[in-house]
């Protein structure tokens, strides 16, 4: 509801917003260029007796000095008749420049204010103005939910493209926005009179005067006590006049003058209303904060790329999500499925669940499990679909749920949901050491609440559509529906990539190892955007065996599932570069190994950025072994500001199967690698990447102190080993793996 509540304002209003974005960014430059040009003596240096007497000497035909919010002192002036104006010195009363109107900051004033279209273009703006403020607002509430709270709102973002560009420039620019929104909105809402317009309040005008010969304005005892600064318009009298009056207003109140005697003859306060509602329009427009201004301006500056990468990210989420028709309400469904993905695979399985669900009668509602609120009032039943990103993480849309289910089981949690009978289906890959962990994690904990079990946690293994399938029947079996699914996976659109460089390593240690480098297999076709760390879903042709399904009939159709690469290139290189090492029974890469130069492949890119560097200029750890390096080196090449980056990787034996070493010595040399640290298991000096990390200690220490962030890439019992040595490394500063990878400084991308 939440990320609904923010996206569509900005769907619907987003070229209304760019331009009163962009707009109100060029405004913003102009109390600069006026504060740029103009003398701005300090408080108590000058005060209006003695610049009026400046003035008056060296303009006689003065009518009104003005100081701008920008603190530009301007002088309006009579010679011969003709009517003139000019920014003067405050200091001496002479000219700076003559003065008019910016015809350019005119119109554009018009365009932001009104879009050119008075009334209709005024009530066009405001509401503009009220969508922004719900998106500044719903846009810090998703901030907070994203990163885990708010006080993790300034931890480092994971990601990458226009999700990780969004959150940065969101994170950074939201507190700007807001208060240019809010303003805008209040001043908005004056101007229609949706709230009642604060009057300032008026000193009347002197009945009588002292009716004398003028004193010289300089000697005037009530304009000598007011400050220059405090000046916002002086109007002197007309002269040969004794009846009138010095006429001033200031940014506290207004008043009227004695010429003669220089004695108040009336003031009278603005009142604190007044004074609030002129200071938010100065907050808005930043006329009287001109450095404010230039920051609200940089701030408004982001709003067009937040449209463009927000559209992007809108319309990738409605691409990957399945189509659900006939998707209940929460409040009114007897159902809840709540699903967990990183990929969005796990939602083509939930939606034939909720098809054949609802085709029973059932009234269905689906959602990911971050959006769990505990209020389901006519819900009979929970259904769990959920994958496990990593090391036994939550999925993307996961992350937030054990914590939300948490929260509303608090005592004092209003209301407090009733206990559904659950049953969870865990999705992963046995090849994994933590298969299927974060569906563990969430049986766990409904059963730490007591809620009613309605079958046994079962797991779904590289999507078997089989286990799927077996599963559900039990599941209409438990509920009394007779439930008889046929899951077929949709096979995401791919790209014909042609192989057209190859490297061959490692068959010496009997471990053959190749770095395949493709290029688009289309005529005039690119490759698709990607960078280092994304991954690379290669479909081996339907005529390889599958030795796989010949092991084991349980995994139905695994011919057809993708195996996935880590990317050791981006794609402004020109080239999507993997490193694949041959496996004894794996279908994918003895296809890929066996490929020759201008055979193709069918691919498809899958964004990964929870693996990638996170930005600034702190050290980078990387760490991997066998064809972990890909990333690795995808990372160390794109180093084009020499942050320092530290790679430890290990192999089995140098002379054979030293992968990218020409590459690493080459970015050694150009400072891309601050220090490289290679251990091959086999040869004179047999050691493994861990033992190097146990030599290099105090370095890393001294690293992690500075705010390095630590990448690990490669096999899972590597990354085990890894991180024990790790813990043992960081317990004498009071850390762990566990509370850098809270941080978000310990990554690990393993397989």
Excluded at 173 to 191: C, E, Y
Aim: with cysteine; net charge neutral.
């Amino acid at each position: 509801m939440l990320r609904r509540l923010h996206s569509l304002p900005g769907l619907v209003a987003a070229l209304l917003l760019v331009v009163l974005a962009t707009s109100g960014a060029v405004l913003s430059l102009n109390p600069a260029l006026e504060r740029a040009v103009a003398t701005v003596p300090a408080r108590g240096e000058v005060n209006v007796a003695e610049l009026a007497a400046s003035v008056v000497q060296q303009y006689p035909g003065a009518e009104q000095i003005e100081r701008l919010p920008s603190g530009a002192v301007l002088v309006y002036f009579s010679v011969d008749g003709n009517p003139g104006a000019d920014l003067v010195d405050p200091l001496t009363g002479t000219a700076l420049s003559a003065w008019e109107p910016s015809a350019y900051f005119t119109w554009m004033k018009d365009l932001h204010r009104a879009f050119l279209l008075d009334d209709v273009g005024r009530a066009a703006a405001g509401i503009g103005a009220v969508l922004m403020t719900l998106m500044c607002v719903s846009g810090a509430f998703l901030l907070a939910s994203r990163a885990g709270g708010w006080r993790k709102l300034l931890a480092p973002i994971r990601g990458s493209g226009s999700q990780r560009l969004h959150t940065e420039l969101a994170r950074a620019a939201v507190l700007g926005l807001l208060i240019s929104a809010l303003s805008g909105a209040w001043m908005s809402a004056v101007r229609f009179e949706w709230v009642t317009e604060a009057e300032e309040l008026e000193a009347e005008f002197p009945a009588e005067v002292a009716g004398t010969a003028p004193a010289p304005v300089g000697s005037l005892q009530a304009l000598q006590g007011v400050d220059l600064r405090d000046l916002h318009q002086l109007i002197l009298p007309f002269p040969d006049d004794p009846q009138d009056v010095y006429s001033l207003r200031t940014h506290q109140g207004s008043g009227y003058v004695d010429q003669a005697t220089g004695q108040w003859l009336a003031y009278a306060d603005y009142g604190a209303p007044a004074q609030w509602q002129t200071f938010i329009m100065e907050l808005h427009t930043g006329e009287a904060y001109w450095w404010l201004g230039l920051i609200l301006g940089v701030a408004a500056l982001t709003v067009p790329v937040l449209a463009v990468t927000g559209v992007i990210i809108w319309w990738q989420r409605r691409r990957s999500m399945p189509r659900l028709v006939g998707n209940t309400p929460a409040p009114t469904a007897d159902t809840l499925l709540l699903v967990g993905s990183e990929t969005n695979t796990t939602w083509g399985f939930a939606k034939i669940l909720h098809d054949g669900l609802t085709e029973e009668g059932c009234r269905v509602h689906v959602a990911p499990l971050n959006q769990w609120t505990g209020r389901y009032p006519k819900a009979q039943r929970l259904l769990i679909l959920t994958a496990t990103y990593g090391d036994g993480d939550a999925p993307a849309s996961a992350a937030q749920f054990l914590h939300k289910f948490g929260s509303t089981q608090q005592p004092g949690s209003q209301p407090k949901p009733a206990a559904l009978p659950w049953a969870v289906l865990g999705f992963g890959d046995r090849q994994f050491d933590h298969f299927c962990a974060y569906a563990d994690q969430v049986a766990g904990a409904l059963q730490a609440r007591g809620w009613p079990q309605l079958m046994a946690t079962d797991y779904v293994d590289r999507q078997s559509g089989q286990t799927f399938e077996r599963w559900a029947a039990a599941l209409g079996a438990a509920i009394s529906v007779p439930l008889n699914l046929h899951y077929t996976p949709l096979r995401p659109a791919t790209r014909t990539l042609m192989l057209i460089d190859r490297e061959d390593f490692g068959a010496e240690v009997n471990a053959p190892t190749s770095i395949l480098r493709f290029r688009s297999g289309t005529p005039h076709r690119s490759l698709p955007s990607f960078v280092a760390g994304d991954l690379v879903g290669i479909f081996p042709p339907a005529g390889v065996a599958d030795s796989a399904v010949a092991i084991d009939s349980t995994h139905s159709g695994t011919s057809h599932v993708p195996r996935f690469y880590s990317l050791a290139s981006a794609s402004r290189d020109g080239v999507l570069e993997i490193c694949v090492r041959r496996q004894e029974h794996g279908v994918c890469s003895r296809f890929l190994c066996d490929l020759k130069i201008g055979e193709t492949a069918d691919g498809f890119i899958q964004k990964n950025p929870r693996f990638q560097p996170a930005r600034g200029k702190s050290p980078v750890i990387l760490i991997g072994a066998g064809t972990g390096i890909g990333p690795l080196v995808g990372f160390i090449r794109s180093n084009r500001t020499h942050r320092p980056m530290h790679l430890y990787w290990g192999g089995r034996l140098a002379e054979s199967d030293f992968l990218y070493k020409d590459t690493l010595h080459a970015c050694l040399a150009d400072h891309r690698l601050a220090r490289l640290n290679v251990a091959f298991s086999r040869g004179p000096k047999p050691a493994y990447v861990q033992d190097s990390l146990r030599v290099d200690s105090a370095q890393l220490r001294e690293l992690i102190a500075h705010d390095a962030q630590i990448l690990v890439c490669g096999g899972r019992r590597m990354a085990t080993d890894v991180a024990t040595v790790m813990d043992a490394l960081l317990a004498p500063m009071n850390l762990s793996v566990a509370a850098l990878k809270q941080a978000g400084r310990y990554l690990e991308d393993t397989y």
